[in-house]
């Protein structure tokens, strides 16, 4: 499974229902505090529920909408690229389609919701049937199934099978399913059951933070190891061995106390009689915790943790490289989402190349996703305009989430992009803007009626001319003229009032832009 969109509701600065789209590799860029850490946090939230990296409060709700009262949080996560076969109940392969749990567009919607930073609440939205007879057949039980079958007078040749019954009834009513988009609660009853099992085909998440906090038992260096356990567990063919030893321990274990309990009912019978073992299952073990304080560490057993940030860093950096390496190499991997906060953190310019090209490499790989977020306008400059994400803010304060496009230019320009994204004012943008300007024919609607100021040129014979140009003109000159020192320089102020007069020149020529994706 891969994530298809998001969408995020009340979650601190997402006051409305927000969409957020995703490709293999999504790259979230914006002004500091705009939004986009909530959304990997948002995402750590829903995959580990409070286990992973991040833990949801209460003051987590928008604080607008605490203001009125509401604290309920919305995380909305759908899915394509879905298996072909699933086992929600007993050994039986079933699908989604077959149980109709897919949406409108052919994807897995799970909205979990929150009620006062409290526990999830899951459901799954779906084109489901909403005939009174054979509606939400997912929440009921295996005796409830029966009666249905037997009211009905259905055909059924395995009524203990729960995924043949509830197929058989819908046959039934094939020609009246009455159909439509609802939402069904699968944190309880049976379903519950279901949805345990369910999750199991969801990808493994993976937030790495860039203000990660210092300690020896949770640091930057040792989450992709962690990262690692979480991986190596998931493995179908580990799963069985770590089954077979937890149950042959779990035997060992019955023997044990059986014994005991033997050799006291000879003493005590009734002491006896009223003690019983309590063994957990096989399936309830958390293997995961066995290998809790994987770490790497330094020389004299010092902790990677307690080095310089640029060393944590470039661990993390070569450990992405090793997983692009691995999973390019391995078949059958398991889904899994790497998400990485401003992967430039104390990172050589060198380095960055490195990891983007690391990046770019691991999403191209089955089964993978790799989300950032950066402010470095290097890393954006590597990407393609596909990948990126642009945050705003409108004027009610609304997160809008913005795909790019060819902007003003109307053709690729990453220049534009950390100029939105970054306020990145340079004058490779500048002589961008002015060489569409001159292409389009513009230039003299586009200087017509502004102020101009003095311009010393350098004649051919070495005479200083005297023209009057516009500012963006003035600007222009020095940028391909620095050989001319017979004028003052421009400032950044009026490189940016220059840029800024071009941009709005050309949106009211044109149109195009950043669009949502």
Known sequence: MKIDSIKLKNFRGYRSETEINFNDLT???????????????????????????????????????????????????CFSELPEKIVIDSTVETSLQDEFMLNANGQLEVIKR????????????????TNSKCTELLLKKNSDLKKIIKSEDIECENQTVNADMRRAIWNKFSDDLQMDNIEIDVSKEDAKKIWEKLSNYLPTYSLFQSD???????????????????????????????????????NKLKEVANRTLAKLREMDPAIAASLNPVIPSAESLKWQDVFKNVSISGDEDIPINKRGSGVKRLVLLNFFRAEAERRCQEQGNTGVIYAVEEPETSQHSDNQRILVEAFKTLSSVANTQVIL???????????????????????????????????????????????????????????????FIEFQGWKNLYVQGKPTRLYNRIGKTG???????????????????????????????????????????????????????
């Open 212 to 250: 990660r906090k210092n300690s020896d038992g949770d640091d930057e260096i040792q989450d992709p190891l962690k990262t690692a356990v979480k991986q190596i567990l998931s493995d179908a063919e580990l799963q069985t061995t770590l089954a077979d030893v937890a149950a042959e321990v779990e």
């Open 373 to 435: 977020t950066t402010h470095s306008s290097y890393i954006v400059k590597q990407l393609q305009f596909t990948d990126l994400r642009l945050i705003k803010e409108d004027e009610e304060g609304n997160k809008e989430i913005l795909g790019v496009l060819p902007g003003q230019l109307q053709y690729p320009s990453l220049n534009e992009v950390n100029y939105i994204a970054f306020n990145e004012v340079t004058e490779e943008y500048h002589d961008e803007l002015y060489s």
């Open 463 to 517: 005479s200083i001319i005297n023209e009057q140009k516009v500012l963006t003109e003035y600007i222009r000159h020095q940028i391909h003229h620095p050989e001319n020192q017979n004028n003052p320089r421009y400032t950044r102020e009026e490189l940016k009032q220059s840029i800024d007069l071009m941009r709005i020149f050309i949106e009211q020529q044109s149109t195009g832009g950043i669009s949502e994706p």
């Open 27 to 77: 790259v979230f860029v914006g002004k500091n505090d705009i939004g986009k850490s909530t959304i990997l946090e948002a995402l750590d939230i829903f995959f580990n529920d409070g286990k992973g990296t991040i833990k949801l409060e209460k003051a987590d709700a928008n604080i607008h909408e605490s203001k009125v009262g509401n604290a309920d949080i919305e995380i909305t996560v």
């Open 114 to 129: 929150y009620k006062n930073g409290g526990a999830a609440k899951v459901f799954i939205k779906a084109m489901h049937p």
